[in-house]
């Protein structure tokens, strides 16, 4: 069964705080690995990675994915309270269509 | 980036009703949508995968009949819920992959939020 596990569920750390989120995945046919903020309701999107060992960075934010252990990281360093949102991890996999499954989320709140 | 659009954003309806959810890409082609179902508090299940002048592709336990998904253009993709039942209340969210050259990005609408009394 395919499937993106994601760690921890939730997580309250202090501004200023690093934090480091998990996912990995068990699929066919990988394709690519996009990470998301939900805050209300569009989830936005963050980074798409697709080549191991690459980081990907924005501002405070960066991820890197591991395709021979299957799981991606998602920092953030100097959190700030902004940063309290959902995170969401995708996996793109080829399944008869191209399609992409979710994870659980993990319930980041930064605490001023 | 680029834009989605849902409509409506949220939908109150009678048991036994049908509501149609668009969604469309305003400033690129997709000729794959994705709809999405989210309950409180929980991640994102994929429902369908919808493709452009094709039939939709449905994901398992997901009823085609009850869940009906029409993509009749490159930039919007329906989503009607046929005869809609309280247990049918949840958040329906779409999305559009966009392809760029070597890259690809999925952006989201803004969800509809069905209840159904």
């Known amino acids: 069964e395919d499937k993106v596990v994601q760690s921890p569920l939730s997580l309250v750390v202090h501004e200023g705080d690093t934090v480091t989120l998990n996912c990995s995945y068990e699929?066919?046919?990988?394709?690519?690995l996009l990470w998301y903020k939900q805050e209300k309701k569009a989830p936005t999107f963050l980074f798409m990675l697709?080549?191991?060992?690459i980081e990907k960075k924005s501002g405070r934010l960066s991820s890197i994915l591991d395709k021979k252990e299957l799981f991606s990281i998602l920092n953030i360093t100097a959190t700030q309270t902004g940063d309290s949102a959902v995170y969401l991890c995708?996996?793109?996999?080829?399944?008869?269509?191209?399609?992409?499954?979710f994870g659980t989320g993990t319930r980041l709140k930064v605490l001023a | 980036g680029a834009v989605v659009s849902q409509h409506p954003s949220w939908v109150i309806c009678k048991s036994g009703t049908s509501v149609k959810i668009e969604c469309r890409s305003l400033?690129?082609?997709?000729?794959?949508m994705f709809w999405y179902r989210q309950f409180p508090k929980q991640s994102l299940m994929l429902m369908a995968t919808?493709?452009?002048?094709?039939?939709?592709?449905?994901e398992q336990g997901v009823e085609k009949d009850k869940f009906l998904i029409n993509h009749a253009s490159l930039t919007l993709s329906t989503l009607t819920v046929t005869s809609a039942h309280p247990e049918d209340s949840s958040f329906y969210i779409c999305?559009?992959?966009?392809?760029?050259?070597?890259?690809?990005?999925?952006?989201f609408g803004s969800g509809t939020q069905l209840s159904v009394l």
């Open positions: 999305s559009a992959r966009e392809w760029r050259q070597v890259s690809e990005k999925l952006f």
């Open positions: 699929v066919t046919n990988f394709r690519s």
């Open positions: 697709t080549s191991s060992g």
């Open positions: 995708a996996v793109g996999f080829s399944s008869g269509t191209y399609k992409y499954i």
């Open positions: 400033d690129f082609q997709a000729t794959t």
């Open positions: 919808s493709n452009e002048g094709s039939k939709a592709t449905y």
